[in-house]
T-cell receptor, first 116, second 112 residues
């Protein structure tokens, strides 16, 4: 299995532009998570989905952030408009719903976002 | 979700055993204890999970005392490649949803 795939790996954009991050979870996994990591705030859970349905989006910082999962093999995290404080590494992770290890999430390589 | 407390950083030498302790005084009955490892420029990677007593796998051991208010991750004979950040998480991931809270973690630096 290729693991969790994220694209792009690096994104540099200017303030005010729309940014779309993409994630392909591991096939057969029921849950998908979006995280953001910064030096100041550490690793934060933004939102997670179960069977393509958003379950908890309480970590989404504000209305400029939105996430979708149109099918079991694809999810997007969109920031519109982007701001310099959104600069971070964004991770996508997935897991099975019935795994014997209750919290074994598999993380992607991350997207490093820089907003100028 | 129970709050966890870990040392900010630890140093060790190659070949030594490293023990990282995590405090979780408010752990609930259904909570599990999970540890992740994160290398620079990579996403976290699951290491081990346990509920009580001792769990061992090919990478590490996890010791959990009877009161479950703390846990210790034990890495046997560390090498330079074990330099990473180690996170302790506590939660009911089986029935309580999958909201995952990562704390600051413990930055382990292994020296030659």
């Amino acid at each position: 299995d290729a693991g969790v795939i994220q694209s792009p790996r690096h994104e540099v954009t200017e303030m005010g532009q729309e940014v779309t991050l993409r994630c392909k979870p591991i096939s057969g996994h029921d849950y998908l998570f979006w995280y953001r990591q910064t030096m100041m705030r550490g690793l934060e859970l933004l939102i997670y989905f179960n069977n393509n349905v958003p379950i908890d989006d309480s970590g989404m910082p504000e209305d400029r952030f939105s996430a979708k999962m149109p099918n079991a093999s694809f999810s997007t995290l969109k920031i519109q408009p982007s701001e310099p404080r959104d600069s971070a590494v964004y991770f996508c992770a997935s897991r099975k719903g019935t795994s014997g290890d209750h919290n074994e999430q598999f993380f992607g390589p991350g997207t490093r976002l820089t907003v100028l | 979700l129970a709050k966890t407390t870990q040392p900010i950083s630890m140093d060790s030498y190659e070949g030594q055993e490293v023990n990282i302790t995590c405090s979780h005084n408010n752990i609930a009955t259904n909570d599990y204890i999970t540890w992740y490892q994160q290398f620079p420029s990579q996403g976290p990677r699951f290491i081990i999970q346990g509920y009580k007593t001792k769990v061992t796998n090919e990478v590490a051991s996890l010791f959990i005392p009877a009161d479950r208010k703390s846990s210790t991750l034990s890495l046997p004979r560390v090498s330079l490649s074990d330099t990473a950040v180690y996170y302790c998480l506590v939660g009911d991931y089986g029935t309580g949803g999958f909201k995952t809270i990562f704390g600051a973690g413990t930055r382990l630096f292994v020296k030659a």
